[in-house]
């Protein structure tokens, strides 16, 4: 069997000063996931929180991810043990999860991930993650439990406020900042005043850096030291493309027409 290899590679990544570079995808179709894993992605996060991406997409998504070298993880709709568990039968490689204000929040979404006796994940070989098939069981879940990724995003005051304790917990190595909810939920605009977040920025930072964590960021809101970065959506990529080309195209034909 194929062992999971998400937490393995980036860890080592990073320990080596390299930055894990990925994108969300919110297309189901995939291809958009071959074509990300091609341009040289390291990893992509399959959207099933804002995105319209169900069990059956994502596992379609994790096969393009196999074909093209691209590390497939998933942004569940909630931390919730049965999407959990879904997500990682389908062969996900790890879950990014929304609003982990607490440690207890942080605990339950890493039970969920981790078969028994170490957590509450499901045992179930037939299914993609498993192969289909009881040839290896125990390596498989053996590698599962040590490759698996829980990355909870940090989306509001009390997720900062509670940085220390959510670090703490086992089974967490990378925590996501999301400037977007956390703004909202500061009563901030996103745009005209993401340098209010700095201070929260530096806190949480500070604080994985100094529990010997990981952090993860979008791109584009001046989180450079972030130890791996994500770019906007596929969509939003999309729409930047075909405006440029759009603007490109109508710029050239004003210049071409006669004084």
């Known amino acids: 069997m194929q062992p999971i290899t998400a937490r393995t590679k980036f860890l080592d990544m990073m320990a080596a000063g390299q930055t894990p570079f990925g994108i969300f995808v919110a297309s189901i179709d995939p291809a958009?996931?071959?074509?990300?894993g091609r341009a040289g992605?390291?990893?992509v996060v399959i959207d099933n929180e804002h995105g319209r991406n169900d069990r059956k997409d994502?596992?379609?998504h994790v096969r393009a991810a196999a074909a093209s070298g691209v590390v497939p993880f998933v942004r569940l709709l909630e931390n919730s043990q049965t999407l959990i568990q879904s997500m990682l039968d389908v062969g996900a490689h790890g879950v990014v999860v929304p609003h982990v204000d607490t440690a207890e929040d942080a605990r339950r979404a890493v039970a969920a991930s981790l078969y028994a006796p170490r957590g509450r994940r499901g045992t179930c070989p037939a299914?993609?993650?498993?192969?289909?098939?009881l040839d290896g069981w125990i390596e498989q879940t053996h590698n599962a439990d040590e490759n698996v990724m829980v990355i909870p995003i940090l989306e509001s005051r009390k997720s900062i406020e509670n940085i220390d304790e959510?670090?703490?917990v086992d089974g967490?190595?990378?925590v996501h900042f999301g400037p977007g909810d956390l703004s909202a939920d500061m009563g901030l605009d996103v745009n005209s005043q993401r340098h209010l977040l700095a201070e929260a920025w530096q806190k949480a930072y500070r604080a994985t850096q100094a529990a010997g964590k990981r952090m993860l960021a979008p791109v584009g809101f001046g989180f450079d030291q972030a130890d791996m970065k994500i770019v906007q959506m596929d969509y939003m990529l999309l729409n930047d493309v075909a405006v440029e080309a759009v603007r490109a195209h109508k710029a050239a034909l004003r210049s071409s027409v006669p004084a």
Do not use: K, P, R
């Not at 299914?127 to 098939?133: I, K, L, R, T, V």
């Open 127 to 133: 299914c993609h993650a498993g192969a289909y098939s």
């Open 166 to 168: 959510i670090l703490a």
């Open 172 to 174: 967490i190595d990378v």
């Open 41 to 43: 992605f390291d990893y």
């Open 32 to 36: 958009v996931t071959q074509i990300m």
């Open 58 to 60: 994502v596992e379609n």
